[in-house]
């Protein structure tokens, strides 16, 4: 694990390898992050953890030379609901990226008005609660009804809280993102419990989309992470229209166990064989969801 003196770690590889697979022209990276610099936007003082500065320019030349054309940066829990280096990052992309923020229950409908300005088209609600502390889930759902057209909500949570979530789940009156599944035991296979609680949240409405992402952080065997790739390919062929990719770069709490980007890239065609499948997964469902106006 690299720490460095002030204590920041690393939870990423500064030698990523170029990816055998080439992403459609156009691709999106639907799911990375932004740390600072902390010298110009600090982390939140109830930060979980701490890391060293990996900056919208590390960000873009990470997406150049994997071969993507645009990025969504979704606020990481350590800047907590100060999303200044998300906006900043969204800023400097030249309209490539958009972004996704985490936002007080109690923020003001003009504060939401400069956040959709700013090129944010939705907030995050985290039910990690290693990451995050709790708060009543009432006050979620006040915020989720006072969103901007054309935004929805992405919520992260671990498999063994679905069945707690769904009725807030329910709730929600705009589309859902659920980030990684729902981190499932893709040991279990494709027909295992989790994967099968987590199909009958997909098909109890049609707007909650998934992202397909993470094999380094579901996948405990490790690469080439097999068991991801077969209990993953069956839900990307079942739902290619309400499907995600990203590379969750520059992985947060990684930092004993840091992927490499390029292995990351090269499991898209694992769970997406087709061409078909590889543009809506990458182009066409992120564009609708970000790019929408």
């Not at 990690?128 to 057209?149: E, I």
């Not at 209990?231 to 229209?241: F, I, N, T």
């Amino acid at each position: 694990m690299s720490v460095d003196s002030e204590g920041r770690i690393t939870s990423w590889t500064q030698t990523p390898s170029t990816p055998r697979f080439v992403p459609p022209p156009g691709a999106v990276d639907a799911h990375c992050h932004v740390f600072g610099p902390a010298a110009q936007y600090p982390f939140s003082a109830k930060a979980k953890y701490l890391p060293q500065d990996a900056g919208p320019d590390m960000l873009f030349a990470l997406r150049d030379k994997l071969g993507f054309t645009r990025n969504v940066i979704v606020q990481a829990s350590c800047h907590g609901t100060d999303n200044s280096a998300t906006l900043n990052a969204i800023a400097l992309s030249d309209g490539k990226a958009r972004g996704v923020a985490v936002v007080d229950p109690a923020i003001s409908n003009g504060e939401l008005a400069a956040l959709h300005e700013g090129g944010i088209r939705g907030i995050r609600f985290n039910f990690l609660k290693r990451l995050v502390d709790d708060a009543p889930k009432d006050r979620f759902l006040d915020v989720a009804a006072r969103l901007p057209a054309g935004w929805h909500v992405v919520v992260y949570f671990e498999a063994d809280i679905l069945e707690e979530l769904r009725p807030f789940l329910d709730a929600i009156p705009v589309p859902l993102v659920i980030d990684h599944m729902g981190r499932p035991d893709v040991t279990q296979g494709p027909d295992g419990a989790d994967m099968r609680t987590f199909r009958s949240l997909l098909d109890s409405r049609p707007d909650i989309n998934v992202k397909v992402t993470c094999p380094d952080r579901l996948d405990a065997k490790g690469p080439p992470w097999d068991d991801f790739a077969a209990a993953v390919r069956p839900l990307v062929g079942d739902y290619p229209d309400r499907v995600l990719w990203g590379t969750d770069w520059p992985h947060p709490n990684m930092q004993d166990a840091i992927p490499d980007d390029g292995a990351l890239v090269d499991m898209i065609p694992r769970i997406a064989p087709t061409a078909e499948l590889q543009r809506k997964l990458l182009i066409d469902n992120p564009m609708r969801l970000y790019w929408n106006d």
